[in-house]
Nanobody
Framework: QVQLVESGGGLVQSGGSLRLSCAAF????????IGWFRQAPGKEREGVSC????????YDEDSVKGRFTITRDNAKNTMYLQMNNMKPDGTAVYYC??????????????WGQGIQVTVSS
C-alpha cells in the first residue's frame, strides 16, 4: 500500500524551529519529485518547497526562502522540511507529496495525511 506518513508537527513559538518528516511506505522515493504544501485556515493549499528526483532543488515559496529547507534521504525513504525562524503566518496544516513523472503517462501523486503546525506569537 502506497503511503506517506508525516511526523514532527506541533506548537512552536515565533522565531523557533521545527523539523517535519515524511516517510514513504510501499514505494521508493528515488524517482519521485517531492514537495511540501500547507493550508492555513480559510486559505487555499499552497506549495512551500519542492525538490526533483535527481536532487535539484526546484522551488521555494518566497516567504520561506532562507528559513525553510527541504531535503531527501533516499536511503531512509524519507523527506524532511526544516523550518527555522518560524512566524505566526506559518500556522497551517502541512502536507508532503510525492509525484512520479513518466514520459507519455499522466503524473501520479501521493499525499500525506497532513500535520498541524502552530506558531504562537
Amino acid at each position: 500500500q502506497v503511503q506517506l506518513v508525516e511526523s514532527g508537527g506541533g506548537l512552536v513559538q515565533s522565531g523557533g524551529s521545527l523539523r517535519l518528516s515524511c516517510a514513504a511506505f510501499g514505494f521508493s522515493l528515488d524517482d519521485y519529485t517531492i514537495g511540501w504544501f500547507r493550508q492555513a485556515p480559510g486559505k487555499e493549499r499552497e506549495g512551500v518547497s519542492c525538490i526533483a528526483s535527481v536532487g535539484v532543488h526546484t522551488y521555494d515559496e518566497d516567504s520561506v526562502k532562507g528559513r525553510f529547507t527541504i531535503t531527501r534521504d533516499n536511503a531512509k525513504n524519507t523527506m524532511y522540511l526544516q523550518m527555522n525562524n518560524m512566524k505566526p503566518d506559518g500556522t497551517a496544516v502541512y502536507y508532503c507529496s510525492a509525484t512520479l513523472i513518466q514520459l507519455g503517462r499522466p503524473p501520479t501523486t501521493a499525499w500525506g495525511q497532513g500535520i498541524q503546525v502552530t506558531v504562537s506569537s
